[in-house]
């Protein structure tokens, strides 16, 4: 079992940058396929970013703006987000996949407004 902690969400303007964080209760090292997630209003849950055996995928929305990554010393992946717009407010959900299992996070709310 995995637990994951989620962190970094806020409030910001248009065009202005944040990253969220997700700390699994496993190494990292142990975790070949991790994501991030979003929920926005009156929408399902979508894929926003994954990285699978090192290999990153980000959905068109975000190219070019988002970047996963993941440290090992702090045992955490982030997602870096920038130039974020109003259609990026949501809650964001981590979700790692680990011994043929998908786990999620808490979910941290994102808001992009002026």
């Known amino acids: 079992q995995v637990q994951l902690v989620e962190s970094g969400g806020g409030l910001v303007q248009p065009g202005e940058s944040l990253r969220v964080s997700c700390t699994p209760s496993?190494?990292?090292?142990?975790?070949?396929?991790m994501g991030w997630y979003r929920q926005t209003l009156g929408k399902e849950r979508e894929l926003v970013a994954t990285v699978n055996l090192g290999t990153p995928t980000y959905a068109d929305s975000v190219k070019g703006r988002f970047r996963i990554s993941t440290d090992s010393i702090q045992n955490t992946f982030y997602l870096h987000m920038n130039s974020l717009k109003p259609d990026d407010t949501g809650v964001y959900y981590c979700?790692?996949?680990?011994?043929?299992?998908?786990?999620w996070g808490q979910g941290t709310r994102v808001t992009v407004s002026s």
């Open positions: 979700r790692v996949k680990y011994d043929y299992r998908d786990y």
């Open positions: 496993r190494s990292i090292f142990s975790i070949n396929d």
